[in-house]
């Protein structure tokens, strides 16, 4: 699937480029059988990005985890969420893989957090909002990232993955290893998903409540998170394609009954498998459907740490 790879990575003009930015740790504050530090680093457009690094006391596994944050309207929050701190328990997979062994990076997606500017952006034409840590000025904002990059001829999804492609980095500096995963929910698995289709370097990745076809959201009138608002990308490629793409590489996808954002996730995955057979290694990937709606619950938290733990145990070699 290079071929279909390089066409993805040049219709979002994702840079080619291996950047490896020096850090500098801001806070550091031990947790139970680990160590959490607040981290900065610069990537090439000049953004500054703050991400916790989670490193256990005793690093027993070759595996490191980036774990992308959810987006739930939820501006003000991001890697806080990952690191248990506020939100839903159940988004907490920072200190829960480290606790086990695994060196886990969480930063913040542009527009979120640290990374949500605080002056006025015209609260007025942001629609009704009601979530905790929603707020208008924060829907604006993301608003604006991804229209004002389309009249530039940019796209946001290109700078949320050309962000997480330095990330990575940073985790290979800070993990020393090159077993590194990518795990998300919902916008988190979004940009999982992209990121381990277009850069080699993921070795496993986890998407939850992401695998749905834009077929099928057309369809249904299902809505698009705005990084996935990529003019032209359905006249050449699904998400299937970018499942197509992890080969040989192992992927995990969760769904759920209920949930809009998974509705056609076995259909996905049934089209995906014959070339993860053609390729001898259909068991890289695994589906797990569940009942229930969008939200993760226990089950599905459970499902994603154990299987991030059992990647992160793979040798290497």
């Not at 005793?58 to 595996?63: C, I, K, Q, S, V």
């Not at 920072?94 to 913040?108: C, E, I, N, S």
């Not at 992927?251 to 053609?278: H, M, N």
Request: hydrophobic fraction near 40%; proline fraction near 4%; charged fraction near 20%.
């Amino acid at each position: 699937m290079d071929s279909v790879r390089e066409r993805i990575r040049s219709l979002l003009k994702l840079s080619s480029g291996s950047v490896v930015p020096s850090a500098t740790v801001i806070d550091q504050v031990d947790g139970d059988g680990f160590t959490r530090s607040l981290i900065q680093y610069s990537v090439p457009d000049g953004d500054r990005i703050e991400a916790f690094l989670f490193q256990p006391t005793d690093e027993t596994l070759p595996g490191a985890v980036l774990a992308l944050h959810q987006h739930n309207s939820q501006w003000t929050i991001g890697k806080s969420e990952i690191a248990g701190s506020v939100g839903d328990p159940l988004q907490a997979f920072g200190p829960a893989l480290a606790r086990r062994g695994v060196t886990v990076l969480a930063p913040d997606a542009v527009g979120f957090e640290s990374r949500l500017k605080t002056a006025g952006w015209g609260a007025s034409l942001a629609p009704p909002l009601h979530r905790p840590h929603s707020t208008t000025d924060g829907w604006l904002q993301y608003y604006n990232e991804m229209a004002h990059r389309l009249v530039r001829g940019d796209l946001l999804i290109r700078k949320v993955l050309d962000d997480s492609a330095v990330a990575l980095s940073v985790l290979q500096r800070y993990s020393r290893s090159v077993n590194l995963g990518a795990i998300g929910h919902s916008f988190g698995g979004i940009v999982g998903l992209f990121l381990a289709a277009l850069d080699t370097r993921v070795a496993f990745a986890c998407l939850s409540g992401a695998a749905c076809s834009f077929r099928h959201k057309f369809e249904h009138g299902t809505g698009l998170e705005m990084s996935l608002i990529i003019p032209s990308f359905t006249e050449h490629f699904d998400i299937v394609d970018l499942i197509r793409c992890v080969a040989p590489r192992r992927l995990l996808v969760i769904s759920s009954e209920d949930d809009p954002q998974t509705a056609d996730a076995e259909d996905i995955v049934r089209e995906a498998l014959s070339l993860f057979e053609a390729q001898h290694c259909a068991n890289h990937l695994e589906h797990l459907r569940v009942a229930g709606p969008h939200a993760l619950n226990q089950r599905r938290f459970d499902a994603i740490l154990d299987w991030s733990i059992a990647q992160s145990r793979i040798s290497e070699a």
